[in-house]
């Protein structure tokens, strides 16, 4: 006998507590065999130790034994047999894991010699728990006889929920190292995890985002993804089932292990058993548990990255990884279309699939972070490796060999829309992870956060009707169970609310999507000048050459995710915007280049959105709140170190006129929320001397090129400025008038005798009317402001006074004074001027200094004369009164100055009236019949008219009036004949009457 083979006999018979010597040994070999063993007398040999070659025999007899208690002896001299002895458990997988513990725990204390033996016990064991893994009927016999036994993956999987350690190096991670050398086939090693694998499942799905339990059995599966693709692509494969039906009713891909894990969520999705993280109290505020939940955020979605980045280390579980997240977009493409959840009861919970998306964008932002910007702004320029053709590929029958896993964009919307004579960009033969990580992450986002923030913002405002409500059904002393209704209504909505806005603003989300977008700006920037991604390039503005094909494959779903963001960091975390607006100046980059420029974004709508961006990132403070969230300005100035403010300048000028016409059946009621922003937006730039510039600049291009083909952009603009102002003034007149209708009629006891169904549909009504009333006299007051502060340029006041516009505009300040000021000023007073946000002090103080800033040009004080409809002698007298009144000293004696400038021209008018009272029908304009001044003839239908008003009608109309022929002004000709005639036939009048 050896002193080697000693060793290994009391090595084995410490990790597996087996002998073949039932004698005690002295105190000088306790340590060398453990206390108790269970005696194998079917292996006994003369030198009484365990023979290496009969072990995986002898371990397999051990495992069938049904009376280990009659076989258990005591080692150790002296000692007692314990209650309960590891030797005894009589569970094979219990048994085999404490021996595989056992075996690791030997393997770092003996010394070189043994370590052959550790090995083999160790395959040995690891075969054993495959066999019966693969084959647990092997084990009939035992559990016939010990029927207590639970069954062995069950067993097994109690085992593991109970190790706390999943660790490198952990029980657990070594086991799983070894089965995944030991395995042969993917089929193998499913068939030995299946059940396993199912009572995984349901213990995901029976666990919410807040359970320790979850977080480890995210630990258990990326312990088994890490250890070899095989085990990685059967947690991929494996689809759980129940007896359910609305879960049979749900596709495969959320029937995956990962799509049970990314369903969890603190967002309110509806499920009666949900925890519910916010405590929420109709009568007090709510509690702030706001910590509480990104911390079990962050903590899942830590877990979750770790499992994902398990996924993408192998080879073919990243194949599968990713053909799942394509196939789970593609089944729920309808998640993107808004009418899904503008028609879901944004009061009673989220939809599901709002949490899928939201958490795996979540996730798979962090598998981007590697390209994005850094946060120090140091440089990264893996982002270009971005290849922007991937979404066109993904409609190609070979998408999948050429490395594209993402299914069905190719059907999207893009930034510039294709045409027939367009060819599509030319595809590239294979796409990288970057690329897919890239668009991947954005269409998660886009199907997780677009259509949820159209539920929370509609929520939002109607919170506020809740509460409402529940005080006036206090107040109206409603029965108590309609009360209780409202309450709970209420109750509802803000667990809702607060759980959207705790999940939304949970700051590892806000910082890794600061950087994605940061890092979307500055791709957009590089794709909308150059294809070239070899080397990041300086953006010249402005852009003039073609743009490059790259924007017609590119998604808008990527602009409107950065526009989503941007805004809801406005909205409820303008610190974190603040942060993003400091970070660099690619955004601003990015608005310059896409907001007023059709070529390079072709969705009217998309850029009207970049418009509110644009105001979002500026320090601008509203004086009126038009929604119900918070306006925290940004504290710093954007535009301060950028160094292109004029053609930023034009592009808001660009768009105000272009969103004229959306080609949206409601393109009327939308054009005055689309200007809304521009207004500020202007303002604040008209602030800058470049920004003033630009407008001096492009007025002074209008009135050159005010005859041109295509009509000049501050001509444009100007015309629909005043379309603006007249029909923004008069809805608020109307609305004044019928609310001051109403308020008689209340006043009156009309309202009293209604009946209770009545009364409330007259309240509702009224409510409305005010709303709506207390929009249009926010816009008029706007447009007022704007029209005041620009017309103190004279080159604007130039463009402002030309033919074409003068007589609109003269028309248009009449009309405002005329109800402000004269007798119809009384139809507007309603009680309470500031619950309609009307300011008529402001309104009339605002007014006249655009008349004082006009004043100075007669053909404005004419045209001031001339105006039919609204002047009249009595027209300033009344504004000076007014004014006066509002102590608006300093503009009374402009205003008497243009008073008795219009009176002259009144007068001078007269005259000339009289003298052309008889004058030819040819002399009239056929549209005003006004004397014509500058006559001109219309080439298609050979009508002439005065060049003023075919100019004035080409601003809206490309057409002859006539015949609706296309027109423009360099088409039409001076009628020389006629002006002849009007001349000579004036100087025989005037010779006549000498």
């Given at each position: 006998?050896?002193?080697?083979?000693?060793?290994?006999?009391?090595?084995?018979?410490?990790?597996?507590?087996?002998?073949?010597?039932?004698?005690?040994?002295?105190?000088?070999?306790?340590?060398?065999?453990?206390?108790?063993?269970?005696?194998?007398?079917?292996?006994?040999?003369?030198?009484?130790?365990?023979?290496?070659?009969?072990?995986?025999?002898?371990?397999?007899?051990?495992?069938?034994?049904?009376?280990?208690?009659?076989?258990?002896?005591?080692?150790?001299?002296?000692?007692?047999?314990?209650?309960?002895?590891?030797?005894?458990?009589?569970?094979?997988?219990?048994?085999?894991?404490?021996?595989?513990?056992?075996?690791?725990?030997?393997?770092?204390?003996?010394?070189?010699?043994?370590?052959?033996?550790?090995?083999?016990?160790?395959?040995?064991?690891?075969?054993?728990?495959?066999?019966?893994?693969?084959?647990?009927?092997?084990?009939?016999?035992?559990?016939?006889?010990?029927?207590?036994?639970?069954?062995?993956?069950?067993?097994?999987?109690?085992?593991?929920?109970?190790?706390?350690?999943?660790?490198?190096?952990?029980?657990?991670?070594?086991?799983?190292?070894?089965?995944?050398?030991?395995?042969?086939?993917?089929?193998?090693?499913?068939?030995?995890?299946?059940?396993?694998?199912?009572?995984?499942?349901?213990?995901?799905?029976?666990?919410?985002?807040?359970?320790?339990?979850?977080?480890?059995?995210?630990?258990?599966?990326?312990?088994?993804?890490?250890?070899?693709?095989?085990?990685?692509?059967?947690?991929?494969?494996?689809?759980?089932?129940?007896?359910?039906?609305?879960d049979n009713l749900r596709t495969n891909s959320m029937k995956t292990i990962p799509a049970l894990l990314i369903e969890k969520t603190c967002l309110f999705v509806g499920n009666t058993d949900q925890h519910q993280f916010y405590d929420i109290s109709m009568?007090?505020?709510?509690?702030?548990?706001?910590?509480?939940?990104?911390?079990?955020?962050?903590?899942?979605?830590?877990?979750?990255?770790?499992?994902?980045?398990?996924?993408?280390?192998?080879?073919?579980?990243?194949?599968?990884?990713?053909?799942?997240?394509?196939?789970?977009?593609?089944?729920?493409?309808?998640?993107?279309?808004?009418?899904?959840?503008?028609?879901?009861?944004?009061?009673?919970?989220?939809?599901?699939?709002?949490?899928?998306?939201?958490?795996?964008?979540?996730?798979?932002?962090?598998?981007?972070?590697?390209?994005?910007?850094?946060?120090?702004?140091?440089?990264?320029?893996?982002?270009?490796?971005?290849?922007?053709?991937?979404?066109?590929?993904?409609?190609?029958?070979?998408?999948?060999?050429?490395?594209?896993?993402?299914?069905?964009?190719?059907?999207?919307?893009?930034?510039?829309?294709?045409?027939?004579?367009?060819?599509?960009?030319?595809?590239?033969?294979?796409?990288?992870?970057?690329?897919?990580?890239?668009?991947?992450?954005?269409?998660?986002?886009?199907?997780?956060?677009?259509?949820?923030?159209?539920?929370?913002?509609?929520?939002?405002?109607?919170?506020?009707?809740?509460?409402?409500?529940?005080?006036?059904?206090?107040?109206?002393?409603?029965?108590?169970?309609?009360?209780?209704?409202?309450?709970?209504?209420?109750?509802?909505?803000?667990?809702?609310?607060?759980?959207?806005?705790?999940?939304?603003?949970?700051?590892?989300?806000?910082?890794?999507?600061?950087l994605f977008q940061l890092t979307t700006a500055r791709y957009m920037n590089q794709m909308a000048y150059t294809m070239d991604r070899s080397k990041v390039v300086e953006i010249p503005l402005p852009l003039k050459e073609t743009p490059p094909e790259s924007?017609?494959?590119?998604?808008?779903?990527?602009?409107?995710?950065?526009?989503?963001?941007?805004?809801?960091?406005?909205?409820?975390?303008?610190?974190?915007?603040?942060?993003?607006?400091?970070?660099?100046?690619?955004?601003?980059?990015?608005?310059?280049?896409?907001?007023?420029?059709?070529?390079?974004?072709?969705?009217?709508?998309?850029?009207?959105?970049?418009?509110?961006?644009?105001?979002?990132?500026?320090?601008?403070?509203?004086?009126?709140?038009?929604?119900?969230?918070?306006?925290?300005?940004?504290?710093?100035?954007?535009?301060?170190?950028?160094?292109?403010?004029?053609?930023?300048?034009?592009?808001?000028?660009?768009?105000?006129?272009?969103?004229?016409?959306?080609?949206?059946?409601?393109?009327?009621?939308?054009?005055?929320?689309?200007?809304?922003?521009?207004?500020?937006?202007?303002?604040?730039?008209?602030?800058?001397?470049?920004?003033?510039?630009?407008?001096?600049?492009?007025?002074?291009?209008?009135?050159?090129?005010?005859?041109?083909?295509?009509?000049?952009?501050?001509?444009?603009?100007?015309?629909?400025?005043?379309?603006?102002?007249?029909?923004?003034?008069?809805?608020?007149?109307?609305?004044?008038?019928?609310?001051?209708?109403?308020?008689?009629?209340?006043?009156?006891?009309?309202?009293?005798?209604?009946?209770?169904?009545?009364?409330?549909?007259?309240?509702?009504?009224?409510?409305?009317?005010?709303?709506?009333?207390?929009?249009?006299?926010?816009?008029?007051?706007?447009?007022?402001?704007?029209?005041?502060?620009?017309?103190?340029?004279?080159?604007?006041?130039?463009?402002?006074?030309?033919?074409?516009?003068?007589?609109?505009?003269?028309?248009?300040?009449?009309?405002?004074?005329?109800?402000?000021?004269?007798?119809?000023?009384?139809?507007?007073?309603?009680?309470?001027?500031?619950?309609?946000?009307?300011?008529?002090?402001?309104?009339?103080?605002?007014?006249?200094?655009?008349?004082?800033?006009?004043?100075?040009?007669?053909?404005?004080?004419?045209?001031?004369?001339?105006?039919?409809?609204?002047?009249?002698?009595?027209?300033?007298?009344?504004?000076?009164?007014?004014?006066?009144?509002?102590?608006?000293?300093?503009?009374?004696?402009?205003?008497?100055?243009?008073?008795?400038?219009?009176?002259?021209?009144?007068?001078?008018?007269?005259?000339?009236?009289?003298?052309?009272?008889?004058?030819?029908?040819?002399?009239?304009?056929?549209?005003?019949?006004?004397?014509?001044?500058?006559?001109?003839v219309l080439p298609s239908s050979k009508v002439t008219v005065d060049r003023s008003t075919i100019a004035r009608h080409l601003l809206s109309d490309h057409t002859d009036p006539f015949n609706r022929s296309p027109l423009t002004m360099e088409q039409v000709?001076?009628?020389?004949?006629?002006?002849?005639?009007?001349?000579?036939?004036?100087?025989?009048?005037?010779?006549?009457?000498?």
């Amino acid at each position: 006998m050896t002193h080697t083979s000693v060793q290994v006999s009391d090595l084995l018979e410490r990790i597996f507590l087996l002998s073949v010597d039932s004698d005690v040994v002295g105190v000088e070999r306790k340590n060398a065999v453990p206390l108790c063993c269970t005696f194998m007398a079917e292996f006994l040999n003369p030198k009484s130790l365990i023979q290496t070659e009969e072990l995986e025999r002898m371990v397999f007899d051990r495992l069938m034994l049904t009376d280990l208690e009659a076989r258990l002896v005591i080692r150790h001299a002296g000692k007692a047999l314990p209650r309960s002895d590891e030797s005894l458990d009589q569970h094979p997988i219990t048994y085999l894991w404490a021996c595989y513990e056992r075996m690791l725990y030997e393997n770092h204390r003996v010394d070189a010699s043994l370590r052959q033996t550790v090995t083999d016990a160790r395959k040995v064991i690891v075969q054993n728990i495959s066999n019966i893994l693969l084959n647990p009927e092997i084990t009939s016999g035992l559990f016939e006889v010990i029927r207590e036994l639970a069954p062995i993956h069950g067993q097994l999987f109690s085992i593991v929920d109970q190790s706390n350690d999943f660790t490198k190096g952990s029980s657990f991670h070594c086991l799983m190292l070894d089965f995944a050398n030991n395995l042969q086939t993917k089929e193998e090693a499913y068939q030995m995890f299946k059940p396993f694998f199912e009572k995984l499942s349901v213990c995901i799905s029976e666990s919410s985002i807040e359970d320790l339990q979850l977080q480890k059995y995210i630990g258990i599966l990326s312990v088994m993804a890490s250890s070899c693709d095989t085990f990685a692509s059967c947690i991929l494969l494996h689809i759980h089932t129940t007896n359910k039906i609305m879960d049979n009713l749900r596709t495969n891909s959320m029937k995956t292990i990962p799509a049970l894990l990314i369903e969890k969520t603190c967002l309110f999705v509806g499920n009666t058993d949900q925890h519910q993280f916010y405590d929420i109290s109709m009568g007090g505020r709510p509690t702030n548990d706001d910590d509480k939940v990104h911390h079990y955020i962050d903590t899942f979605q830590t877990n979750m990255f770790e499992l994902f980045r398990s996924f993408l280390r192998k080879p073919e579980s990243k194949n599968m990884f990713l053909t799942w997240i394509g196939s789970l977009m593609k089944e729920h493409a309808y998640a993107a279309k808004l009418w899904t959840h503008e028609q879901a009861n944004h009061l009673s919970s989220v939809f599901p699939t709002d949490a899928v998306f939201l958490n795996l964008a979540s996730i798979l932002v962090r598998l981007s972070l590697p390209f994005c910007v850094r946060k120090d702004g140091g440089s990264n320029e893996k982002w270009l490796k971005i290849d922007p053709t991937y979404c066109l590929a993904t409609g190609l029958d070979d998408a999948r060999s050429r490395g594209v896993h993402m299914q069905g964009l190719d059907k999207e919307t893009c930034v510039v829309s294709s045409s027939e004579e367009k060819h599509s960009p030319e595809l590239s033969d294979s796409y990288n992870f970057i690329t897919e990580c890239f668009f991947l992450t954005h269409r998660a986002l886009y199907l997780g956060m677009h259509g949820l923030l159209v539920k929370f913002y509609r929520l939002s405002r109607d919170l506020n009707q809740l509460q409402s409500m529940y005080r006036d059904a206090m107040n109206g002393m409603t029965d108590q169970n309609a009360i209780e209704v409202i309450k709970t209504r209420f109750e509802r909505a803000m667990t809702v609310y607060l759980s959207t806005k705790g999940t939304l603003t949970e700051p590892a989300f806000l910082s890794n999507f600061t950087l994605f977008q940061l890092t979307t700006a500055r791709y957009m920037n590089q794709m909308a000048y150059t294809m070239d991604r070899s080397k990041v390039v300086e953006i010249p503005l402005p852009l003039k050459e073609t743009p490059p094909e790259s924007l017609r494959s590119l998604p808008e779903f990527m602009v409107e995710n950065l526009v989503d963001f941007l805004l809801f960091l406005k909205r409820f975390v303008p610190a974190s915007l603040e942060n993003f607006v400091r970070s660099s100046s690619y955004l601003l980059v990015l608005i310059s280049i896409f907001m007023g420029h059709s070529t390079r974004m072709s969705n009217p709508h998309l850029r009207a959105s970049l418009a509110e961006v644009l105001e979002a990132i500026l320090p601008i403070k509203d004086d009126v709140q038009m929604d119900d969230f918070e306006d925290d300005m940004i504290s710093i100035n954007a535009i301060e170190g950028f160094s292109n403010v004029g053609d930023l300048t034009e592009s808001v000028f660009q768009l105000f006129v272009d969103i004229e016409f959306t080609g949206d059946p409601h393109q009327f009621e939308q054009k005055f929320n689309y200007r809304r922003p521009l207004y500020s937006i202007l303002k604040f730039l008209w602030g800058d001397q470049r920004g003033r510039d630009a407008v001096k600049r492009l007025s002074l291009a209008s009135i050159q090129d005010i005859e041109a083909a295509s009509p000049p952009l501050m001509l444009r603009f100007i015309n629909l400025f005043l379309n603006d102002a007249v029909f923004l003034l008069d809805e608020a007149i109307d609305h004044l008038t019928k609310i001051k209708s109403e308020e008689k009629d209340r006043d009156e006891g009309k309202w009293a005798a209604l009946s209770a169904q009545e009364k409330a549909e007259k309240e509702k009504g009224y409510k409305q009317m005010v709303m709506i009333c207390r929009y249009h006299n926010v816009m008029s007051n706007k447009t007022v402001e704007t029209f005041a502060y620009m017309s103190t340029e004279k080159e604007v006041t130039e463009l402002l006074c030309h033919s074409v516009l003068v007589n609109r505009i003269a028309g248009m300040l009449n009309y405002f004074l005329e109800h402000l000021v004269g007798p119809k000023m009384g139809a507007l007073k309603v009680q309470d001027f500031s619950h309609c946000e009307f300011k008529p002090k402001e309104l009339v103080r605002g007014i006249c200094r655009i008349y004082t800033n006009l004043g100075g040009n007669g053909d404005f004080c004419r045209a001031v004369s001339q105006d039919g409809r609204s002047y009249s002698r009595q027209l300033f007298s009344q504004t000076i009164r007014v004014l006066q009144k509002i102590n608006c000293f300093d503009l009374i004696d402009n205003i008497q100055k243009i008073s008795d400038e219009a009176l002259k021209y009144v007068d001078e008018e007269a005259v000339e009236e009289e003298m052309f009272e008889d004058a030819p029908g040819d002399f009239f304009d056929p549209i005003t019949s006004t004397l014509m001044r500058d006559p001109v003839v219309l080439p298609s239908s050979k009508v002439t008219v005065d060049r003023s008003t075919i100019a004035r009608h080409l601003l809206s109309d490309h057409t002859d009036p006539f015949n609706r022929s296309p027109l423009t002004m360099e088409q039409v000709t001076s009628n020389t004949d006629l002006l002849t005639q009007m001349e000579e036939w004036l100087n025989e009048k005037k010779n006549s009457n000498l």
